[in-house]
């Protein structure tokens, strides 16, 4: 890892991804590259063509821990009921459902055969920024019967795990049209996902949300696509919340405080994964 005002991040080799940075500011320099970055030629569509409302930037930024969370979280216990709702920007929240174990109450899909995916996502990555998260790369493992993707992130340092919507790097999808992201997680600490384009995939400089701790339980959170529910972590991003929906490469959860973190489902309304 090489360490100057910005954190270069290589942990990709593990997931045979070519070689591509996903640089994250520390807290006290938050100039982030976005130099190096790789054009993300083919695009899918998540089906619906209509603009989830993000028509505009969501103005200026925010210091590190200043984006507000997009919606309810709920507990998704060991057999919490799909049917649960609870108010958020992108509707209700339900528990854990579904192949994967956990889509929020979304239909379940068919996950892939031949390689461990969750909600047909096979790309789950941890890579070191100033610290240590282990394990480094892939991280997807069996609890039970069930894929999920755990990793720990170790001391105060930013700790990044990219997560490829699409499964292949230098591909993006068109996600404008969908309400927002179903997350069913657990987390020791407060977190974010940020949303990364493939044109302005390097550099800390990105639309994040928060993810809350759950105190170790598994939940489920409904994260809004709403532009004013994003804004930066360090300074304001190159695209607008808008244009970086119309071609979203992958999430990338970070986090700067030690946790430990289960990925139980990931799902995005209307946009369905192309198995590798």
């Not at 179903?182 to 949300?209: C, E, I, K, N």
Request: net charge negative.
């Amino acid at each position: 890892m090489k360490l100057s005002t910005t954190l270069t991040l290589l942990g990709y080799v593990a997931t045979a991804i070519p070689a591509c940075h996903a640089d994250l500011p520390s807290s006290q320099s938050p100039s982030g590259s976005a130099g190096n970055t790789s054009s993300a030629g083919s695009t899918s569509s998540a089906g619906s063509t209509s603009s989830a409302g993000s028509t505009s930037s969501a103005g200026g930024t925010s210091s590190a821990g200043s984006t507000s969370s997009a919606g309810s979280t709920s507990s998704a216990g060991n057999t919490s009921s799909a049917g649960n709702t609870s108010g958020g920007g992108a509707g209700g929240v339900g528990g854990g459902a579904g192949a994967s174990g956990g889509s929020g109450g979304l239909p379940p899909l068919q996950e892939c055969t031949g390689k461990a995916s969750i909600d047909r996502i096979t790309e789950w990555t941890a890579t070191n920024g100033e610290c240590t998260c282990t394990p480094v790369g892939d991280i997807l493992t069996k609890e039970g019967q069930t894929e999920v993707a755990q990793v720990v992130f170790m001391g105060s340092g930013w700790n990044v795990v990219p997560v490829l919507i699409t499964n292949q790097f230098g591909k993006t999808a068109d996600v404008s049209g969908a309400p927002g992201i179903t997350l069913t997680y657990s987390a020791t600490a407060a977190l974010h996902v940020q949303v990364r384009s493939g044109s302005h995939w390097d550099g800390g400089d990105q639309w994040a949300a928060d993810v809350p701790s759950t105190s170790g339980m598994k939940q489920t959170l409904t994260i809004s696509f709403e532009a004013s529910k994003w804004a930066s972590l360090f300074s304001a991003p190159v695209e607008t919340f808008a244009d970086t929906l119309k071609e979203v490469q992958g999430l990338v959860f970070v986090g700067n405080t030690a946790n430990t973190v289960v990925f139980y489902g990931l799902r995005i309304q209307g946009f369905e994964p192309a198995c590798p």
